[in-house]
């Protein structure tokens, strides 16, 4: 069965940093792209970065560049996004989604999705 | 960006009836088109990949279809527990953009 659990959410102040993760298992890791999408309280979805599955590519939603950085370590199974420079808008459940076709060298579609870890950015 | 447009924002109906959801891309997506059904506090749940390809587990009363720009949605005989919210994703072009939305409501 395949499952993505988040962790590390929790309340920073603006300005501050912190590293949320996604551990996986039930598939073989190494195999699929990876994913972020957060959802502020009371919003949509926005799509944050995604990674490809050697972390060979790397890509990030403008409103996050230069300031959030993707990285998994496929020993581990898992996957990481560290937040720095937090603003209040970035106060939202942060949750991981993998990829639906394993090693896709082109746009995937998202199969799995973890339960979402919440992160609140306020002084 | 390529900017995901759905209609209607919220939409009522009964159980037993058939619903549409409509989908619109500013631009051409191909068939890379994506919905999800989200229920208040769960994370988001995969029914549709590639326009029209059923996620595996997921009830046949569930289809989509469309290509280009103009998508669809359409649940067939709605139960109790096909009410809640359901976003649209393009997957064509990073940055990956999700519609705003549509919330399903009993009448």
């Known amino acids: 069965e395949v499952q993505l659990v988040e962790s590390g959410g929790g309340l920073v102040k603006p300005g501050g940093s912190l590293t949320i993760s996604c551990a996986a298992s039930g598939f073989t890791f190494n195999n699929y792209n990876m994913n972020w999408v957060r959802q502020a309280p009371g919003k949509g979805l926005e799509w944050v970065s995604s990674i490809t599955s050697s972390s060979g590519y790397i890509y990030y939603a403008d409103s996050v560049k230069g300031r959030f950085t993707i990285s998994r370590d496929n020993a581990k199974n898992s996957l990481y996004l560290q937040m720095n420079s937090l603003r209040a808008e970035d106060t939202a459940v942060y949750y991981c989604a993998r990829a639906g076709v394993p090693a896709a060298i082109v746009g995937s579609h998202f199969d799995y999705w973890g339960q979402g870890t919440l992160v609140i950015v306020s002084s | 960006d390529i900017q995901m447009t759905q209609s209607p924002s919220s939409l009522s109906a009964s159980v037993g009836d058939r619903v549409t959801i409509t989908c619109r891309a500013s631009?051409?997506?191909?068939?890379?088109l994506a919905w999800f059904q989200q229920k208040p506090g769960k994370a988001p749940k995969s029914l549709i990949y590639?326009?029209?390809s059923l996620q595996s587990g997921v009830p046949s009363k569930f289809s989509g279809s469309g290509s280009g720009t103009d998508f669809t949605l359409t649940i067939s005989s709605l139960q109790p527990e096909d009410f809640a919210t359901y976003y649209c994703?393009?997957?064509?072009?990073?940055?990956?953009?999700f519609g705003q939305g549509t919330k399903l409501e009993i009448k």
């Open positions: 631009q051409a997506i191909s068939n890379y």
């Open positions: 994703q393009q997957y064509n072009s990073y940055p990956y953009t």
């Open positions: 590639a326009a029209s």
